[in-house]
Every structure is written in structure tokens, then in C-alpha cells.
């Protein structure tokens, strides 16, 4: 499989659960960012990574872990979350450096939190 | 920090008119500014890009404008048709740091090409 590869794609969790999200990217690319999207509102950006270390995290709740265990695989890992936490969540890969602004998105998990 | 600005945030067109979607960005030191469309339940895909030492940019039926004086940029997309139906978003890149991906997006805008 090529691109950029999100798994599950619906994901529908109470408060109290514990969840992972997971993106796997065919690409060779060195960086994995997580990015939210809401209804009505702008793709915000909530972590990135560059050779596996994590570079940015853009003062997002700590209920939201991410884990990078290599350059192709990300996690997000979810617990006690908010209703307000449902959005859908993508995963984009780039290249890690000159040219890494062009970003390559999976299809997303649509996340609902009850 | 960065702040982009995108109008309008539905346009509706006939096909074969014309379609231009415009953004405004705040930190003049944004070098990069690329175009995303985002088809119904589909993942956002680039479409076309400019950087900030070019004036303008054409692939076929899109074209991408840069006035980096006003601090705005635009997409066109000539002889619409109905595939061209999606979520158009802008976004802006600031040079510098180890993030290259570190974009920040417009709010979309719902583009609709009616046969």
C-alpha cells in the first residue's frame, strides 16, 4: 500500500476509554505530524516529529499522548476525552527538511466522543 | 503567531465560470503558501503552491497569485466543472525552524460547480 495510511477510520468512544489512533506512511519520509480538523474551523496542527523525536506540540491537553516508534509509524493515543474533542484527525508525512512544507495527509479517523 | 485569513467561505459557480478564492496571512516573514483540496470525505491534497520570490504560478486550469506587499494571496480555477466541487484551503509556511511542516490554514472555503 502506498501514501499515507490511517487506521481505524471511525472511532466512536466514551469519556472513560482508551483509545490509539494509528498513521503509517510508505513515503520515506523523516517527519509525521498530527493535525485536527473541526467543523468550522481551520486544520490545527497538534504535533510534529522529525526523525522520531518530537519537535512540536502545540499546547495540546495532555489527554492526547503521541508516540513516534519510527520514521513510518505515528500513534495517537487517546483518554478521558471530551465531546469536544470530536473532529477528524489526520495524519500528514513530508520530508524533513528543504521541501518538507509539502505535506502528504492520510484519510483521517472521524472521532465522536459520547 | 501566524494568522490566515480565508474568503469567501462558500461560492457557488455555474460550470465553466470562473472561481477565486482569496487568503490574507499576517507574519511577513511566511514564505511558503500552498493550496489544498479536500473532496468529500477524502483526505486534503495538494494542489498547487507558490513561494515568496514568485509572483504568480499556473498548472493548467488553476493559477495561485502572491502579493507579498499586501500580504494576500489567491487561487483561481478557470472553466469550473462539477469535479471541482471540495473544500479549498489556504495556508502559510514560516520559513525557518525544523518544522517544515508547520502550516497554518484558512478556515476553507465550499466550493460548488453546478452543471
Known amino acids: 500500500e502506498t501514501g499515507v495510511t490511517q487506521t481505524p477510520r471511525h472511532l466512536v468512544m466514551g469519556m472513560t476509554n482508551k483509545k490509539s489512533l494509528k498513521c503509517e506512511q510508505h513515503?520515506?519520509?523523516?517527519?509525521m505530524y498530527w493535525y485536527k480538523q473541526s467543523a468550522k474551523k481551520p486544520l490545527e496542527l497538534m504535533f510534529v516529529y522529525n526523525f522520531k523525536e518530537q519537535t512540536e506540540n502545540n499546547s495540546v491537553p495532555s489527554r492526547f499522548s503521541p508516540e513516534c516508534p519510527n520514521s513510518s509509524h505515528l500513534f495517537l493515543h487517546l483518554h478521558t476525552l471530551q465531546p469536544e474533542d470530536s473532529a477528524l484527525y489526520l495524519c500528514?508525512?513530508?520530508?524533513?527538511?528543504?521541501?518538507?512544507?509539502?505535506?502528504?495527509f492520510g484519510s483521517g479517523t472521524q472521532l465522536s466522543v459520547l | 503567531g501566524e494568522n490566515v485569513e480565508q474568503h469567501p467561505s462558500t461560492l457557488s459557480v455555474q460550470e465553466g465560470d470562473s472561481a477565486v478564492i482569496k487568503c490574507t496571512y499576517s507574519?511577513?516573514?511566511?514564505?511558503?503558501f500552498p493550496w489544498y483540496k479536500q473532496e468529500l470525505g477524502k483526505r486534503p491534497q495538494l494542489i498547487i503552491d507558490?513561494?515568496?520570490?514568485?509572483g504568480e504560478k499556473k498548472d493548467q486550469r488553476i493559477a495561485v497569485t502572491l502579493n507579498k506587499t499586501a500580504k494576500h494571496f489567491s487561487l483561481h480555477i478557470t472553466e469550473t466543472q462539477p469535479e471541482d466541487s471540495a473544500v479549498y484551503f489556504c495556508?502559510?509556511?514560516?520559513?525557518?525552524?525544523?518544522?517544515?511542516?508547520?502550516?497554518?490554514f484558512g478556515q476553507g472555503t465550499i466550493l460548488t460547480v453546478h452543471p
Open positions: 495556508a502559510a509556511h514560516k520559513g525557518g525552524g525544523t518544522s517544515y511542516g508547520k502550516l497554518t
Open positions: 500528514a508525512s513530508s520530508q524533513a527538511g528543504p521541501g518538507g512544507e509539502k505535506l502528504f
Open positions: 507574519d511577513s516573514a511566511s514564505n511558503y
Open positions: 513515503l520515506g519520509h523523516n517527519a
Open positions: 507558490i513561494r515568496s520570490n514568485v
